[in-house]
Structure formats: C-alpha cells, structure tokens
C-alpha cells in the first residue's frame, strides 16, 4: 500500500487560500475516483474537491471553518501500489476542482456543533459482562431512592393513579419526588411531606435549571455575513429615518391590476412599486445611488438603479441583484425579482447576480416590525427597509377612518447624505407611494 497526498488545489481567478466549509468524509471511510471530498469557500464562490485516486482516508489536515492556503496537505489516504509517500502528487492528483457553486451554497455544510461538558458515551461491553456492568447503575438509583434524593433523570416514577391525578393537580413532577414506599413507590405520604415544606417543592421539570453551552462556529456564508457586518457597521457613520406612509391607494391598485390575469405578467407584491418609486426618487437625488470608496475618498455616483433585495434562505441572508430597475416596468420588477429571490433560495444563483448593487432594499413582511435600523450594505450609502403593514386610525378632518400604513425605516451614510437630504428622499418615496399613479407617469 502507498500514502497518496491531496493537497489544496489552485481554485484559479489567484486565489491564495479558501475556508474550509464541508467535510464529505472522515478518517476510515473506503472512496472511489471522483468521489466528492471537501467543499471549500474562496471570497467569490463554493468550489467541490473530487478525489482523483480510489482508497481508504487516513487523515484530514483541517477542521471545518480553518482558513487552507494553496498547497498545503488537505487529507491522506491508502491507495493500492508501492510506498510512494515521499513522492510528489501526480498529474492524476492534480485533477481539476469541481465547478464553484453559487454562494447560496455555502452555509448547507452546518456548523460545528460542541458540547461543553459532554463526555464521549463508554464502550459497549461485551458478553455476559454486560447485565454485571449495570448492576452499579441500579444499586446506586435504589440509594438514591432510599435517601430520599431526588429521582434520577430517566427513570420512571412508581406511584398509583391516584397519586399521579394529585400530583397533577398540584403541578407536582413525580420525577423529581423521592418515594419512601417499597421499591421507592410515592404514597400520598410522600406528596403530604411536600405540601407541608411549602415554598420548598421541587421544581416542575421545565422550571429545572439548564447548564449545557454549545458553541457554534460560524463557517462559510454564516461567516462572510458576519465579515460584511462588522465592515458596514464600522466603516459607516449611519443615520436612520423613519416615515409613516398611507399605502391604502396602493394597496387597491395592487388588487385591481392582479384581476387582470394575463400570461405575460406575474403577480404584483408591494415590493415591485417600491422599486419603482425608488427609481423615480432617484431621479430627483441621484446621489443616494452611489457607492463610497471611503479609503480613496471617492464617491461613485451610478446612473444604472441596480437594487438589492435583502432575501432570507436556509443558508442565511443573500441580497439577489435586480440590474437596470430603471429600464423595467413594475411587471418586469416582479418578474426578476421573483426569478432571483427563487435561486437565491434553491442555491442556484450565480455570482453576478449576487454582486453589483447600487441601493439595497430590506423587508420581513409581516414580520417587519414597527421601526427597523437596518445596516447599509457597504460600500453603498443607502438602504430603505420595509416595516409591516396594519390598519390604523386616521383623522380626515371629520373623523377617523381605517387605513393601511406601513413605516419605512431607511439608513443613510452620514459622511456622503445630510439628515436634511435623507428626509426630502424619504419624503419623496412617500408621496410616490401614497399617490401611486405617479408611479407609472414619464418623467
């Protein structure tokens, strides 16, 4: 048998290192050629490491979430032939990585789960010496019984129906009562001693305190959001402005277009009139869609709307990339947008259509909340989040009415956009939104 060597290949576009994200094997399994070994993740995609060479895994050189350059050793296995560990890989070892895989993908390796405390279960023991070895387990539960501690966890409490019906009246867990009767049965006595103690009862069993800690490294997509995060948050001097706008227009127009059902077009949610009401505020301030090169001191002022809809998947959040806003039409937004958020979801979105916003938008639905301080996604200077919808009271100058509004909550980079420059934005994204013929007027 020789020691064949995988190394970390050149994942190519001069990438010096990649994040180990996914084991697909471990130490003692038997793989064939091309069977898939390890995904790991460079700053622009999720790339698949095949095996090039049939044989049994030895050793892996990384752990999930370590940082691998080019080069370095990534696992060892057994393959048939003579003793050529000391040789250097082969061509066949160097068989080209599997195609990248979208971003999206990343974060389906999970993360590594630790539990502080936990010992490894023993051995199982063999032969008749199994029945001796519980022996001690039984013995050391009847003390505990007879000393009147409490039961321990798992095992079944004796008592009869009566007792257990008292029990449960009382909010007592007989699980956590220590029974005086024969074989540690609980008799009324046992539930009368506890009764009497008052404030002393055992706690219920979900009351009882917790002490476990997990610890959970965030790897792969987890860990860029977090990277992206901390960049924006401390590179970016924000100021949030929150408005209230009357929807009830809108949301009546929204319904009378998607009675008229026709092939050629899709469903209208809000989101596609917020994105061309953006399109036509920027117009007006066109340097809310910009991005800022705060180390060269630069601001990129774009004429293309290329919005960012801020989207939740399994794998975490992804902002898909509607290109050229301002060249749709509120149906040619429903449909990119609905295309993107499904491959975004599914893992199946490419990178250009993950990269290139000029503004983002961010929106939980229902789920939205009253006020929101969303975080911009740097280097970009705005951001305009969507907080849910409700009925509300309002005063027409008789009386109150019902009305459906919602609150947007948008952030602003302070170093590029003034308060004053934010709030007439704002104010202008309002009055498009609570008028929304305007929405669909030329310029």
Not at 96 to 112: F, N
Not at 323 to 347: F, N, P, Q, T, Y
């Amino acid at each position: 048998m020789a020691e064949h060597v995988i190394r970390l290949p050149d994942v190519g576009e001069g990438v010096a290192e990649a994040e180990l994200v996914e084991w697909h094997v471990k130490v003692g399994d038997l793989v064939r050629e091309d069977a898939l070994l390890a995904a790991v993740m460079t700053d622009k995609a999720t790339v698949e490491i095949p095996s090039p060479v049939e044989g049994e895994i030895t050793w892996l050189g990384a752990k999930v979430g370590d940082v691998i350059a080019v080069g370095s050793d990534l696992l060892r296995l057994q393959v048939p032939g003579e003793d050529a560990s000391a040789a250097p890989a082969t061509e066949k070892s160097k068989k080209a990585p599997r195609m990248p895989r979208a971003e999206g993908k990343a974060s389906e390796a999970p993360p590594v789960q630790t539990r502080v405390g936990a010992a490894e279960p023993p051995p199982a023991a063999e032969g008749p010496s199994v029945p001796a070895k519980h022996e001690p387990a039984r013995a050391t539960q009847a003390r505990h019984i007879a000393l009147g501690a409490p039961r321990p966890e798992g095992s079944r409490p004796l008592a009869s129906p009566a007792v257990r019906l008292r029990a449960r009246q009382g909010g007592i867990d007989l699980r956590q009562v220590p029974g005086t009767g024969p074989a540690g049965r609980i008799t009324h006595e046992d539930l009368d001693a506890l009764f009497a103690r008052g404030p002393g009862l055992p706690r219920p069993r979900f009351l009882q305190p917790k002490s476990t800690v997990e610890e959970l490294k965030l790897v792969g997509l987890r860990r860029k959001i977090a990277e992206k995060m901390t960049t924006a948050h401390s590179h970016i001097p924000s100021i949030t402005y929150v408005e209230e706008v009357d929807v009830t227009a809108l949301e009546e127009l929204r319904a009378s277009l998607n009675k008229e059902k026709r092939e050629n077009r899709p469903r209208l949610t809000l989101l596609p009139f917020l994105m061309r009401a953006l399109v036509r505020a920027i117009e007006d301030h066109p340097v809310v869609n910009s991005l800022f090169d705060d180390a060269a001191g630069v601001l990129h002022q774009h004429a293309g709307v290329h919005i960012g809809i801020a989207t939740q998947t399994a794998s975490g959040l992804m902002v898909p990339v509607v290109r050229h806003a301002e060249a749709l039409d509120v149906w040619g937004c429903a449909s990119e947008l609905a295309r993107l958020s499904e491959a975004a979801r599914a893992g199946t979105a490419q990178r250009d259509e993950l990269t290139g916003s000029t503004i983002t938008i961010t929106s939980l639905g229902a789920l939205g909340g009253v006020i929101s301080t969303p975080i911009i996604n740097h280097p970009e200077v705005a951001i305009l989040g969507v907080n849910k919808m409700s009925v509300r009271p309002q005063w027409d100058g008789t009386g109150f009415v019902p009305r459906k509004v919602m609150n947007l909550s948008s952030s602003f980079d302070h170093r590029v956009i003034d308060g004053f420059d934010a709030a007439i934005f704002v104010q202008r994204v309002k009055v498009l939104l609570e008028t929304p013929a305007l929405i669909f007027m030329e310029s």
